[in-house]
């Protein structure tokens, strides 16, 4: 061992050691732009990774199928209940007016941002391993006109936010994350709050719209949307659905758990909203 | 008594048992970013196995290798798990060199401190350190699990290795042949 430490080849190990950390230190000041030699090979093994994804989902799926059947069983049950209560509450006329206006609300969305600029849209290419908040990768880039913390969305809702850019390739950092904030309001009760991921609601797929008033009167099953506050999403966009609402620890606000309106863990194909209206309204002022 | 490979057929070898080992790498971390359920960080046990056959330079080059593929693979920051990786590596090989025999139970050993350091770092710096609620969760409910199977995996994956550089004739054994035969 001793003779080891005197040798050319522990000199060329510690040699290989000062690189590697000479490439982490390089990495965290691209601040978020990944590094060219990262961007090549994400973007030379993007189609390898969609091929083995789409096997994947596959696989997934069917297991899911034969692991989840009592879960999916007792989903199914607690449904048929809920669309037995769905029945009696159209018959109650101001329920259903109120329903309607929430989808109106929106449907209206898009005719409301006719200045949105839309990217193309993108191919989910592989989920970060292990993460807790399902971030993952996609297969545009900066050629492709994105830009850094552009908003990501599928047409039933918001995903997440890029976090990491590449030339061809983009990592995007999911409402899940704690990292992610967004300033939220409540479609039918105008309630404001904050809506960012906690470890515990993330792993089972949810997160929370926090500094809600005490008495606040959001319910189970509201929509809530972007209130495009500080320029960093669209307004009205919607986040998820409500699904419980809960008093924090503290006993001076509430809390909604949400369930987001898009299927986060089981992406295929997002947009990215490359422009919209009062983009960066906040930075710039 | 074997006779010992021709230069030129080793080389060949060696080559060929290189492009395989870069070619499960790939496969690794492939298998590492399809899907999004919890999966084994199969590049560890990977670069230890492969490792624990050669000398320290090899050992090193595939710890950044697999380091490398592993950040990339794991959205962290680039050369954070290679540092962590080569280290390893260069100990497995050390370790290998004058102390340990080429043994499953050895590799299961060296996989699982060095599975469980590297996810003992990734919880601190990446979620205990920013303070968040339930933390523990993560650790209990991703990196837990997640280190299980990378250990469970690392049979399957030892076997692989073994197999490889015993049809290629690894450098290591290689050597001991030609002792072997030259002391006769």
């Known amino acids: ?285 | 008594m074997n006779r010992p490979l021709p230069a030129r057929r080793y080389a060949f070898l060696q080559t060929v048992q290189w492009f395989i080992f870069g070619i499960l790498a790939l496969l690794c971390y492939f298998l590492m970013t399809s899907g999004s359920s919890i999966k084994p960080l199969l590049l560890i046990p990977l670069a230890i196995c492969i490792s624990a056959h050669f000398g320290e330079i090899p050992a090193a080059a595939v710890g950044v290798f697999g380091g490398l593929l592993t950040d990339i693979a794991c959205g962290k920051l680039l050369g954070y798990n290679a540092v962590w990786l080569v280290t390893c590596c260069v100990m497995t090989s050390l370790l290998h060199s004058y102390v340990l025999r080429d043994k499953l139970l050895n590799v299961l050993l060296l996989t699982a401190v060095c599975t469980a350091v590297q996810g003992y770092l990734d919880f601190m710096f990446y979620y205990a350190i920013w303070g968040h609620a339930d933390v523990e969760l993560i650790y209990m409910r991703i990196m837990l699990p997640s280190g299980i199977m990378t250990l469970l995996s690392t049979i399957p994956i030892w076997l692989i290795v073994r197999h490889i550089c015993e049809k290629c004739g690894s450098r290591r054994s290689f050597e001991l042949e030609k002792t072997i035969v030259s002391a006769q």
């Open chain 1, 1 to 285: 061992m001793n003779h080891f430490l005197k040798s050319t080849r522990f000199k060329v190990i510690l040699f290989i050691l000062a690189l590697l950390i000479g490439i982490m230190i390089y990495a965290v000041s691209a601040g978020g732009y990944q590094l060219s030699a990262e961007g090549l090979f994400r973007a030379v093994s993007a189609p390898v990774q969609r091929f083995s994804n789409s096997i994947s989902e596959r696989v997934e799926h069917s297991l899911h199928v034969y692991r989840d059947a009592e879960i999916h069983y007792e989903q199914n049950k607690a449904l048929k209940q809920e669309v037995a209560e769905l029945n009696k509450e159209l018959a109650d006329y101001a329920a259903t007016k109120q329903k309607l206006a929430d989808l109106q609300e929106f449907v209206g969305i898009k005719e409301q941002y006719p200045d949105m600029v839309l990217s193309a849209p993108c191919e989910v290419t592989g989920y970060v391993t292990n993460d807790p908040f399902h971030a993952f990768t996609i297969g545009q880039g900066s050629a492709e006109g994105l830009s850094l913390y552009d908003p990501v969305v599928t047409d039933l809702g918001l995903v997440g936010v890029i976090t990491s850019l590449g030339e061809h390739t983009a990592q995007v950092t999911t409402i899940l994350s704690p990292q992610v904030s967004v300033a939220a309001y409540c479609s039918t009760t105008k309630d404001h709050g904050v809506v960012t991921g906690t470890v515990a609601d993330a792993l089972d797929g949810k997160c929370r719209m926090q500094y809600l008033e005490k008495e606040t009167a959001i319910k189970t099953d509201k929509v809530i949307l972007t209130s495009g506050e500080n320029g960093m999403f669209p307004k009205g966009y919607v986040i998820g659905y409500v699904r419980d609402v809960q008093v924090d620890d503290t006993g001076l606000t509430a809390a909604a758990v949400l369930e987001p309106a898009s299927e986060i863990a089981d992406l295929s194909m997002v947009i990215v909203i490359k422009d919209f209206d009062g983009k960066g309204r906040d930075r710039h002022e």
